[in-house]
């Protein structure tokens, strides 16, 4: 098992499989945004060696993210791999579900278990501004295939920017847990390097965001005791099917109960999301280094996780975007 030094269990590895994406959302990467060449990036062999070290050190669960994960070549085999490696029980992907009317069954029967589904608005005309081009249909038909490939219990991610979706755009997203068992959770906009400008001036708080689902639905109901679910504290709309959850990094951080850390695409263990401190890990395997030198660099990097971000101290991540990360 993982430990790090403040006594955080760590079994949870978030790994972005490509930089690259099929949409340039304005909170998450410039217009022309420049990606790595395919040579930098992880190689299949090359990921699945490195999720074979980490399961063999006690982490259990894996989520695909990227960039957008669903762009990656053979990602249904990748997933099929990951899903087999001993040790491994959770297989997740945080997509755009762009592409998942296509992909969603093989995804499903290759071993992976739910998606996460980005959808920001419902408006068709804010997608396209938020997205630069995306179409609102296709995200719907995503996500309709998800369910129908049995991707469940589907959770829809949407972050708050404000002048974009911070209006009548929360409550129709929100309404959407009446009918459907769906988790829909508000996310505050962290800010990292390429698009710093949107990210410091538009954030909108989930104070904020619950202020208004308060007045178009009346009490929101907590769920689990108020108690956080992963990274979300959850409620529930009057009589509603699904819930709403929110992810407040900035006004109320989770630091103290996170499990995870992250594979960037160009395969550096990146220790906390807001941080820069990094290890590569992907030079020494190049390099020939053996697994059980890479396997003790691993847990020696591990218990050097840090504490918490530094938001508040001003501390801005600025060497790499979101989606190099993995958000
Ligand atoms: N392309 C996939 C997608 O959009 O779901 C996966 C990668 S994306 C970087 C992962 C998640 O990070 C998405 O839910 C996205 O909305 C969120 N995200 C991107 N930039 C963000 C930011 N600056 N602050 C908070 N969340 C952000
Ligand atoms: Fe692409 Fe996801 Fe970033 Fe949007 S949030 S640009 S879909 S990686």
Redesign the pocket.
């Known amino acids: 098992m993982a430990w790090d030094r403040f006594g955080r269990r760590l079994h949870y590895l978030r790994i972005s499989v490509t930089d690259h994406?099929?949409?340039?959302?304005v909170?998450?990467?410039p217009e022309d945004m420049t990606f790595m060449p395919q040579q930098a990036l992880m190689q299949d062999d090359e990921l699945l060696t490195l999720v074979r070290l980490f399961a063999e050190l006690g982490f259990d669960k894996i989520r695909l993210t990227?960039?957008?994960p669903t762009v990656r070549a053979r990602i249904v085999d990748l997933v099929r791999e990951i899903a087999h490696t001993p040790g491994i029980r959770t297989v997740t992907m945080t997509t755009?579900g762009i592409l998942l009317p296509r992909m969603a069954h093989d995804l499903a029967r290759a071993g992976l278990q739910r998606v996460n589904i980005?959808l920001d608005t419902l408006d068709p005309a804010k997608f396209r501004r938020l997205?630069r081009w995306?179409r609102l249909e296709d995200v719907l038909d995503g996500i309709r295939a998800a369910e129908d490939a049995g991707l469940t219990p589907i959770k829809i991610n949407a972050?708050v920017v404000r002048g974009y979706n911070d209006g009548q755009d929360v409550v129709d997203l929100a309404a959407l847990t009446l009918d459907k068992p769906w988790q829909v959770r508000f996310i505050e906009m962290m800010p990292f390097a390429g698009a710093t400008d949107i990210q410091r001036t538009m954030l909108v708080t989930s104070h904020e965001v619950m202020a208004k689902l308060r007045e178009a639905f009346g009490a929101l109901d907590p769920v689990n005791g108020g108690r956080l679910d992963g990274e979300a504290r959850l409620y529930r709309l009057p009589k509603a099917r699904g819930t709403v959850g929110f992810i407040s990094t900035i006004s109320q951080p989770f630091c103290a109960s996170c499990t995870r850390v992250r594979l960037t695409a160009d395969g550096h263990l990146r220790l906390c999301l807001l941080r820069e401190k990094e290890v590569d890990l992907l030079t020494p395997l190049r390099d020939g280094a053996s697994l059980e030198d890479l396997r003790r660099l691993i847990a020696q990097s591990l218990w050097q996780k840090p504490w918490g971000h530094g938001l508040a101290q001003g501390e801005i991540p600025q060497d790499r975007t979101?989606?190099q990360i993995g958000?």
Do not use: D, I
């Open positions: 994406c099929n949409l340039r959302c909170y998450c990467m990227g960039g957008e755009n980005s997205t995306g972050v979101m989606s958000g």
